[in-house]
């Protein structure tokens, strides 16, 4: 078990490495069907505040999209990881029940997430500066 759980952790933190951000932070709203990518822009980092400032990423799981067949009761949940764009740090797994939240304290450097659901669901992904 410890194996397995030590596999899966690697590769996910070898996709991270070559994976390139699908979406932007701050993302609202955001269909995951299976793996989601979310990056912050380096540029507006530099020029919106300061890089030693102490944030929070929140990550929400919006739950089951609306569809025309019967109601989802419950929904998917996530599992999220949040890392550091330069890779020297990778926080989690976090797993996010539907219409659940998370918020994680961060440092000033630029961050992504990465999600992963089992089923159709939406999530929010966004920044609060200097808390």
Known sequence: MKKILFLTISILIVTVVFAKAGNPIPS????????????????????????????H????NDGSPATNGPI?????????YIYRLDNSIVLGPFVISANQTITVPI??????????????TM???WMNDNL
């Open 57 to 60: 990423i929140t990550v929400s």
């Open 72 to 80: 989802i009761i419950g929904g998917s949940s996530i599992v999220v």
């Open 28 to 55: 609202y709203n955001i269909l995951v069907t299976d793996k989601a990518y979310f990056q912050e822009d380096n540029s507006s980092l530099n020029s919106n505040g300061p890089i030693d400032g102490k944030r």
């Open 107 to 120: 440092d000033g450097s630029p961050w992504g997430v990465s999600a992963e659901a089992t089923s159709p």
């Open 123 to 125: 999530i929010s992904v």
